[in-house]
């Protein structure tokens, strides 16, 4: 196995540690990669300057025994702007927490275009919950983590329960998520057409619930993200 490594990826994480460390944490098209840049914030460390959310090259020394690489070289490719206001701030981190989760080396290639995707619509959208929904949903499908699309009782679905399954008013549980029928049918649009037949959909249809229901279909099937605390500076309007 080669000790130096060469990726490719966005930076989602961000953490200084003591003596002017800095952990970076990366989804690539290879998986998800944590890597330690030595002394970053001296002076002369240019890798300090790496940011988040910032689409770099890079290489690292994958030493023997170790689990943690070291970031020996990196080439900026590219900043996906527009990502500092608190709203899209917020989206962005939820967005990038959840491609670092679900990125395993067989999902990534299909992760990375609707990551980049959507972290450019929450830059550039007027409501950065309409594209965080749709990469939200898009990426837990790619993952082989979407709900199922018809209801368990043949009915007509208006709820997704925790489980991920959709359901009739009548059938739905205490703990199922509320869509309206207008809502089962904007998820399915997300989960089924390309994104110019979905984000009207979302635009035009109950986008917090599909957000509610997003939240509780991660924290299920994904577990607790850290930045779902930062989801509260998000609204509907």
Excluded: N
Excluded at 95 to 122: D, F, K, M, N
């Amino acid at each position: 196995m080669e000790r130096y490594r060469l990726h490719e990826g966005i930076i989602v994480g961000r953490r200084v540690l003591p003596g002017g460390d800095v952990m970076l944490r990366f989804v690539t098209l290879e998986g998800s990669l944590e890597a330690v840049a030595r002394k970053a914030l001296r002076p002369t460390g240019r890798s300090g300057r790496l940011m988040l959310f910032h689409h770099v090259r890079f290489q690292a020394y994958h030493k023997p025994g170790s689990d943690l690489p070291t970031l020996t070289q990196a080439e900026l490719v590219g900043r996906l702007e527009g990502l500092t206001a608190p709203s899209r701030f917020a989206a962005a981190s939820y967005l990038g927490e959840l491609a670092y989760h679900l990125a395993a080396p067989e999902v990534a290639a299909r992760l990375w275009p609707l990551l980049t995707s959507a972290l450019r619509g929450v830059g550039a959208h007027p409501r950065p919950i309409v594209p965080l929904v749709w990469g939200g949903w898009r990426m837990l499908r790619a993952a082989g983590l979407g709900p199922a699309l018809a209801s368990r009782c043949g009915h007509a679905p208006t709820h997704l329960e925790p489980g991920g399954t959709l359901a009739c008013g009548a059938c739905a549980g205490a703990e199922a998520v509320f869509l309206g029928g207008e809502g089962a049918q904007a998820l399915a649009r997300v989960l089924t057409q390309p994104g110019t037949a979905a984000i009207p959909a979302l635009e035009a249809g109950p986008v917090d619930r599909l957000l509610r229901a997003l939240r509780m279909h991660v924290e299920q099937h994904v577990g607790p993200l850290r930045s779902e605390g930062l989801l509260s500076v998000l609204a509907a309007r």
